[in-house]
């Protein structure tokens, strides 16, 4: 039997070798298909390359583009040991004379010691508000900000320890601790968690035994501020509530907070020590944080100019083609068209409503190799001379006439421009008002619940018991919950009725009262929706969300344009004048090209397909190989058995020649 591979016996055929010979020409398809997925999968890690040093670039643009950079003064303190400040760019440069009379203080009271901190006190409800205290009329006022909070004290958590833990875990605005005296026991502590007079404690118990402010069971944890010793006041206070004091230029000024702000526009002072003597403020323009700015900015602008050198550059060092190494992305259209895109807008002129309109003005210019530069002697003195200014030429910025119209931001398609306003709709708020007067006699667990839907929320809402004296002291009463659930839902009374008015503008905020055994609102209150705002921006109508108005015409030249509208007037508004920077162009346009349905997205899901399709032909073509190679190897078996059946033939032939050649 003939051979099908290796070397036959008979003929000296190496099927194998020539088999693979002929194969080796067969498959250069397949490799030339090979090589074209090798060379595309190459440009989609060139093309990944590409989107990380944009995503980069653009994150440093993002932090360039909101104007935090640009907004940069220095607020120093002449004695960092009484105050320090910083300042948010807003402040007035100037210098003030600041003394620190006092410093707040939170709130500290102490029980008297117990000898077993684990062995019961009492049961029943312990009540803690915050509010302040006036000395003088002997009145303790609630902070309407600071909801009052009641745990419920059992057998299970009635010891010292337990009720401490119970009230740290209830987050009622003061921390609980035990200290030992080391001489008669333990004694609870409480400390408010916020300093100031208006977070004075005040501790209301319901006593299982009947009697509230004895010392006796749990009401000796009572502390009404107003109360005599032993008598509802028993616990001791260890540190009064303080406000703090400071004098700003001649005039008095207190916190309830060391952290102090509004007091000087733009400025925060946290204060360490008192002083004597005025100690001098300076806020100053930070000009070394500007040029930090610009620098940072041509430094990503550089970062990405270099990888896309690299993977586009053209090896001169050889003219040896097998031996270059150019740039994968040599010659490729989109990466040219993307480096091409941002040169261009980074040489052209903007209109920055200031005294620059380009880069080179500043000291910024491209170089030979494409990259940019800065002359430190230039950018210096623009600094000192237009320090306003530079950020006009990098951040978006707005101006209105009407002061009710502020700038709210850009999209990717805003241009520079002057954009007439014009409003058909200013933006409510939602409101329900009730359509009957109160129910003013609140009942525990008869009529104090409250179940509400705000915005897409429910909230569930429970009414401290008492008998109102008046609506507005109800309204009051229920605003505290609403500040302590975390909602601006703001609580009034029109006409006898209450009326709840949503915390912000628009159509977005719903107010339902869908449940609860409180009759606060009557048996159909009347709901108002509230309005978004509408008119048209450059001529083109707008989209209104709230009080935001947003330019969203395709194709207009204010398209993105997102503004403030404050106030209810209607009708033309005048004018809106808007700059778009370097900073804030680059980062809309990087964006763009870098969101899943950009420029580099699209180019690597094509590619993708290509890769798809290759393989496709790859596995096609390999089936049709090894159908190929089956032939020849059948063919060659084929040859080689008719070449051993001739051989054989010759040796039979030969020999009987042979043999009539020796028989004659």
Do not use: C
């Not at 007035?92 to 684990?118: C, P, R």
């Not at 206070?237 to 000024?253: H, Y």
């Not at 705000?454 to 919950?481: C, F, H, K, M, V």
Request: net charge negative.
């Amino acid at each position: 039997m003939a051979s099908t591979s290796g070397i036959s016996a008979s003929t000296n055929f190496d099927i194998d070798a020539i088999v693979s010979s002929l194969m080796t020409v067969e498959q250069r398809p397949a490799v030339l298909l090979s090589e074209q997925k090798t060379s595309y999968q190459s440009k989609i890690s060139a093309y990944s390359t590409l989107q990380s040093s944009l995503s980069t670039f653009q994150t440093a643009l993002a932090n360039l583009a909101s104007g935090s950079k640009f907004k940069v003064q220095a607020a120093t303190s002449g004695n960092s040991d009484i105050f320090t400040a910083t300042s948010n760019g807003n402040a007035t440069v100037s210098n003030y004379a600041i003394k620190v009379g006092q410093l707040a203080q939170s709130h500290k009271i102490a029980t008297s010691s117990f000898a077993d901190t684990k062995a019961a006190v009492g049961t029943g409800a312990m009540t803690i508000t915050l509010g302040n205290y006036d000395a003088v009329s002997n009145t303790f006022t609630a902070n309407p900000e600071k909801a009052a909070k009641s745990i419920t004290i059992t057998a299970a958590n009635n010891s010292l320890a337990g009720i401490r833990d119970a009230i740290n875990a209830g987050d009622m605005g003061v921390t609980a601790s035990i200290v030992n005296d080391g001489v008669n026991g333990g004694k609870l502590v409480l400390t408010s968690k916020e300093s100031g007079a208006v977070n004075s404690i005040r501790v209301s118990v319901a006593d299982a035994d009947g009697d509230n402010t004895d010392m006796s069971g749990l009401s000796s944890l009572a502390y009404d501020p107003t109360a005599g010793a032993g008598a509802g006041k028993n616990l001791t206070e260890l540190q009064a509530a303080k406000n703090a004091q400071i004098n700003v230029d001649g005039i008095d000024v207190e916190s309830a907070s060391n952290v102090v702000t509004g007091v000087l526009e733009g400025i925060t002072l946290n204060l360490f020590k008192t002083s004597a003597d005025s100690v001098s403020l300076d806020v100053t323009k930070d000009t070394d944080k500007i040029t930090e700015a610009v620098n940072a900015f041509v430094k990503a602008f550089n970062d990405f100019n270099t990888t896309v050198r690299n993977l586009t550059k053209f090896d001169e060092s050889t003219t040896d083609v097998t031996k270059k190494k150019s740039g994968v992305l040599l010659g490729d259209a989109t990466a040219r068209s993307i480096s091409t895109q941002i040169r261009g807008m980074l040489a052209q002129t903007v209109s920055s409503g200031g005294e620059f309109t380009s880069l080179s003005q500043i000291g910024v210019t491209f170089q030979r190799d494409g990259s940019l530069a800065v002359d430190s002697t230039k950018l210096k003195n623009a600094v000192e001379t237009n320090f306003d200014d530079i950020a006009k030429l990098f951040i978006a910025t707005g101006a209105s006439g009407d002061t009710d119209i502020s700038f709210a931001g850009t999209g990717s398609k805003t241009q520079s421009g002057s954009y007439a306003v014009n409003i058909t709709q200013a933006a409510t708020k939602a409101t329900l008002t009730g359509n009957a007067g109160p129910d003013l006699n609140i009942v525990a667990g008869v009529n104090d619940t409250l179940d509400m839907k705000i915005g897409d929320r429910t909230y569930n809402l429970t009414i401290p018991a008492g008998n109102y004296a008046s609506a507005e002291a109800l309204a009051a009463s229920l605003q505290s919950q609403f500040v302590g659930a975390g909602l601006g839902t703001e609580v009034s009374v029109e006409g006898g009725m209450l009326k709840l008015t949503a915390a912000s503008y628009g159509s977005d905020n719903l107010l339902e009262v869908t449940g609860g055994t409180s009759s606060l609102f009557g048996n159909s209150p009347l709901y108002q929706a509230g309005l978004d705002v509408a008119g048209t921006i450059n001529g083109a109508a707008a989209t209104g969300r709230g009080q935001i108005l947003t330019a969203a015409e395709p194709g207009n030249a204010a398209q993105g344009l997102m503004l403030l509208v404050q106030g209810n007037v209607t009708g033309d508004r005048g004018l809106v004048n808007v700059s778009v920077g370097y900073a804030s162009q680059l980062n809309n346009l990087i964006k763009e090209m870098v969101s899943d349905t950009g420029i580099l997205a699209a180019k690597t899901e094509g590619i993708n397909d290509s890769i798809k399709r290759l393989t496709k032909q790859e596995e096609n073509l390999q089936v049709r190989l090894t159908a190929i190679e089956a032939r020849y190897r059948s063919q060659f078996v084929a040859l080689d058995a008719l070449m051993t059946q001739m051989q054989n033939t010759q040796s039979y032939l030969t020999q009987q020649l042979a043999a009539i050649s020796a028989n004659n």
